[in-house]
């Protein structure tokens, strides 16, 4: 059974930082392209990031210069390092594992507010 768990959401400041991680179980993770994506009240669900098996990364071009997605294959383990955060950020956070079907989590909430 896939599971997906996402954590580190917060209420920061703008201009703070925050890590989000998402625990993967259930397939084998390391072969696995991994994604970040979030979704703005009255918004479309939009990607942030990806990530390959190998470690290849793609950033969206409002994020590429701030945050960072990464991927720890021995822990099961991808993270989302966000630096210089802006309101514009606020959103929940979702992690995909791609694919047919592909998975999500169930979020976290990143918000972005002095």
């Known amino acids: 059974q896939v599971q997906l768990v996402e954590s580190g959401g917060d209420l920061v400041q703008p201009g703070g930082s925050l890590r989000l991680s998402c625990a993967a179980s259930?397939?084998?993770?390391?072969?696995?392209?991994m994604a970040w994506f979030r979704q703005a009240p009255g918004k479309q669900r939009e990607l942030v990031a990806w990530?390959?098996?190998?470690?290849?990364?793609y950033l969206a071009n409002s994020v590429k210069d701030r945050f960072t997605i990464s991927r720890d294959n021995a822990k099961n383990t991808m993270y989302l390092q966000m630096n210089s955060l802006k309101p514009e950020d606020t959103a929940v956070y979702f992690c995909?594992?791609?694919?047919?079907?592909?998975?999500w989590g169930r979020g976290t909430q990143v918000t972005v507010s002095s």
């Open positions: 259930g397939f084998e993770f390391s072969f696995s392209t």
């Open positions: 995909n594992k791609f694919g047919s079907p592909d998975y």
């Open positions: 990530i390959l098996g190998g470690g290849f990364t």
